[in-house]
């Protein structure tokens, strides 16, 4: 074909796409081929053309806002119940539990009726050379009794998530704010090596969480009793290597956790690893040392954890889960710093006018030592009901003993419940807890149960200088728990 027929033809093409609309432009060749006007040989280097034409053609550049809204994404979690608690705790007994009628209704007051418990709110953004920034607001709107949140049992409310059930073990000051729970940045080195600095996911109590998947019914064992905090400042490695067959996160961190002022005088050394030798089985490790905490010499809080999980990797039918804990705050338990022990005030009280408040504060903060060689164990598991995939039966056994000296703030915990998962969104669960605690007692009017301070008197055991009367309490939780999310 002559030159000046194959220009004759281009123009032709050029005309028509110029005239044409949008569906029209791709098909004109097609038609002029398929009427005759032009051979296939042209048909082919006219396709050519418009190949070459377009890859030289620069895009168009994007805007600035589709820059910015490229990789975002923006999640909401809310967690609230209904709950309704009996026993010990809402039962006027001065004489044996110390708990005098106003202070019995007003128990029962807090306990029973509805609570928005949690509110997070994610946004993550991710770039396309493998690395991310998520930024994670949290707010604990658990405010009952009051408007404010001084996380003591007075009249200006009590805020952490323990209330209104009085478990111990509850970190942080200042509740029913807002906090940065996350706020880091996450890049994936290597395949199975990732680099994340900032505010973020200490070694355990996310992994355990997502294994558990209620955490909208409550916090894990060791973030309910204080054995760990769930976020923290500082860097860490982590990855999946061997296939996935080993999880490992290891990190050096602030150790007084996000919801308190981090104090840079120590640090915090954690890591967790996890290895599924065959699929079914993961057994795990994880430790903890910090050698010094707010600059108080000899306030080295020590952790270490032994889990083992069995389920089913093929349909989620079952998960088994057995936990191990021990833990020791160091050589302050008990001098100047204060009491031992910090047992929850939010049930006890040792008088006809007024609620005790043991060690001034509801729970342990993380600032302050709460562990004498403790020991604690944990079993969960759930299962699905056949036919019926999207609702499952669970429950979770544990016992705590912060110290390794006295019966005082012993706490076991027995919960069972079932749950249907309507999606990854929206849950709903029912479950029954029975709470049996040991707290200390103070003065007269709380009869029996005496922890001896002297030797001889322990039976030859060792002196408890810091104990005094303690008091059991049993209490029962009838809970309906909620999870959206979007």
Known sequence: MTYGRLATIISMVALAVAVSNGSAQAAVEDILLEKGQITKEDWLKIKAEKEKEAALTPPAPASTVSNLLKGIELKATFYFDYTYATGDSFTGDVANKGINNPTANNNRGLATG???????????????????????????????????????????????????????????????????????????????????????????????????????????????????????????????????????????????????????????????????????????????????????????????????EVYDPQADRFKVNAQAVWADDGANVGTALGPAIFVPGTYNGNDNTSAAVYGARNGPSTSIPRFHQARGYEFWGYYRIPLIEKMRLFSRYYFMKPNKDTTAGDIQSILFGISYDFSKYFSVALDYTLLKETVLGSGTTVGGQVISTSTAGNGGGPTCTTCGRTVDYDNQIFGVRVLVAF
């Open 114 to 308: 509805f609570h928005f418990t949690r509110t997070y709110l994610t946004l993550i953004k991710r770039f396309d050379e493998g690395h991310h920034f998520r930024l994670t607001l949290d707010q604990m709107v658990n405010n009952v009794g009051g408007n404010s949140c001084p996380n003591a049992n007075s009249s200006a409310g009590n805020c952490h998530e323990a209330a209104p059930f009085g478990l111990s073990g509850y970190a942080g000051t200042g509740r029913n704010t807002v906090f940065v729970k996350y706020a880091y940045y996450n890049h994936v080195v290597l395949p199975g090596l990732e680099v994340r600095i900032g505010e973020h996911q200490t070694p355990w109590i996310e992994y355990e969480e997502h294994r558990w998947t209620y955490r909208f019914r409550g916090p894990v064992m060791v973030d309910e009793q204080n054995f760990q905090t769930s976020s923290d400042l500082g860097v860490s490695v982590l990855g999946k290597v061997w296939n996935n067959k080993v999880d490992y996160h290891i990190s050096l961190q602030s150790g007084e956790g996000y919801q308190n002022t981090q104090d840079g005088r120590g640090l915090a050394a954690l890591g967790r690893v996890s290895i599924e030798p065959f699929q079914g089985v993961i057994v795990s490790g994880f430790y903890h040392n910090e050698r010094e905490r707010n600059g108080v010499t000899g306030f080295n809080p020590q952790r270490l954890l032994g889990n083992v």
